[in-house]
């Protein structure tokens, strides 16, 4: 007999999974990676409808019509708000085996309460019923951080952003949840994009001093560091589709910083150096903070060039890039670590060949500063799946210590993507109560109930020193 749709046991096979589950369904969230707006928590607006709470800026959606074979119309286009979302209402029974799926109905479920699965032919009726909760109230950017539980959260910033939006929450007594900022310097590394030199003015401009030298740009980033530790921050965040490695003594580093500023094309070569030594900069500083540095390695961004200049970066034209990175990361780590400075580190994969490259590398850092210092990050992005969280959580039990693991993010720009801890924990639960079930693990819940609920939440907390 087939299971009933998404249910209570979805996902949970086996009674030591629902158990599990049962200790870490209710522990609160602490979503240590994502791309909400502090702005927009701020200003707290309501929003006009669900098309709007869905569709505004979700590039996973947009990709899954597009496979459809939705006009960009329906996506990003002209088209109303009602139009688009029928548009992903009459997509969504095609998306079987699509994490999407999963996402959109556990939404409806735990903020909407329906229950129906969304077609073309429950459009109108799920349209009018969600649209209606929305009208009552509890849909503000606030109200919905808080409503799932919510206890912190750390947005992506620049080193040129001024803060501001963080200073007034944390000075507004009626919004408890912590929203603090990580350091995402990628601009500031990206000196081989069209962009950099423009961002180099931005960072003059915030930083009130001219920016004429590559010791210039570190003594600023430095300054930046320690304003963003004032305002609470605790973490930083580095994206690259090649890993870099290759070492630069200072002279090299000035006059590759120089060609940057006078438009003068650069080499390979000369951008790797670049790359290294800032890189190897910031994890220093970051270790004497006592920050963790995420390292996001394997996205191939922007392939249509097309629509990148027809809507920007972020728009659901990237993939999966296919690189050998074991050695430069090795020596990138071990280069720091020679100077007694690497700081806690999370290392994330998007390309899943490297599931046991990453995983293994753990162990060649480890210290006993804190437990499982380097840690390897959620199934990110194109893995944030049953299988790709399966696949990342075993190679991570069969190399290191699940125990210790710092759990999920949302990276999502999304206030409705929290159900998606949820639907880690029930992965997570299904993984190891099969353990328990074949044998593998004794039925030892005084052990594992504790275990999932510090993987959903405490091991994060703790990792990351967040006082309340």
């Known amino acids: 007999m087939a299971k009933k749709f998404m249910d209570a ?25 994502c791309h909400l707006s502090p702005k927009e928590i701020y200003e707290n607006e309501q929003p006009e409808d669900i098309a709007y709470l869905w569709l505004a800026g979700d590039h996973y959606k947009w990709r899954a019509m597009r496979s459809c074979g939705v006009d960009e119309k329906y996506i990003t ?15 969504m029974p095609c998306l079987i085996g699509n994490p999407l799926y999963h996402w959109t109905h556990l939404e409806l479920q735990r903020y909407f309460d329906i229950y129906e699965p969304l077609s073309e032919k429950t459009c109108d009726e799920i349209w009018e019923k969600a649209n209606a909760k929305i ?39 009626t919004f408890t949840v912590k929203v603090i900022p990580a350091f995402r310097p990628d601009k500031a590394l990206g000196i081989e994009l069209p962009g950099w030199k423009q961002w180099l003015s931005a960072m003059e401009k915030t930083a009130g001093v001219q920016i004429s030298s590559y010791s210039k740009l570190v003594e600023v980033l430095g300054d930046r560091i320690d304003f963003f530790a004032l305002n609470g921050c605790r973490a930083s965040d580095h994206a690259f589709g090649e890993f870099p490695y290759a070492r ?33 900069f910031l994890a220093k500083e970051y270790a004497k903070r006592d920050w963790g540095m995420e390292l996001h390695i394997g996205p191939m961004r922007n392939n249509n060039t097309l629509m990148f200049n027809h809507l920007g970066p972020d728009a659901g034209f990237d993939s999966i890039d296919d690189r050998e990175v074991a050695r430069k990361l090795s020596r990138f780590l071990d280069s720091v670590a020679q100077e007694n400075l690497l700081p806690r580190t999370i290392l994330f994969t998007l390309n899943p060949k490297d599931n046991y490259v990453l995983g293994s590398m753990l ?106």
């Open 248 to 280: 630069a003594d200072l002279s090299e580093l000035e006059m590759i910083f120089s060609k940057a500023c006078k438009g003068e094309i650069l080499n390979a070569l000369e951008i790797e150096k670049y790359k290294t030594e800032l890189l190897r």
């Open 9 to 33: 046991d979805f996902l949970l096979d086996n009674e030591p999974s629902k158990k599990l589950f049962e200790a870490a369904k209710d522990m609160p969230i602490f979503d240590w990676h």
């Open 363 to 468: 162990g060649n850092f480890q210290t006993s500063e804190a437990e499982s210092k380097i840690q390897f990050g959620s199934a990110w992005w194109f893995n944030d799946n049953i299988d790709g969280m399966r696949e990342q959580m075993k190679a991570l039990a069969n190399l290191g210590a699940i125990s210790k693991f710092v759990g999920m993010v949302t990276d999502s720009r999304s206030f409705l993507s929290y159900p998606r801890h949820e639907y880690f924990r029930r992965i997570l639960c299904a993984l190891l109560g099969d353990m328990v079930e074949n044998g593998l693990y004794p039925e030892d819940y005084d052990t594992l109930c504790p275990m999932v609920r510090d993987i959903s939440y405490n091991n994060a907390i703790n990792y990351f020193g967040i006082g309340f």
């Open 135 to 173: 009208k009552a109230g509890g849909f503000t950017p606030r109200e919905l951080i808080k409503n799932s539980n919510v206890t912190c959260l750390c947005t992506t910033d620049d080193p040129a952003d001024s803060l501001e939006y963080h200073q007034l929450l944390d000075k507004d007594e």
């Open 77 to 91: 286009g002209s088209a109303s708000g009602y139009e688009k979302f029928r548009a992903l209402a009459s997509v």
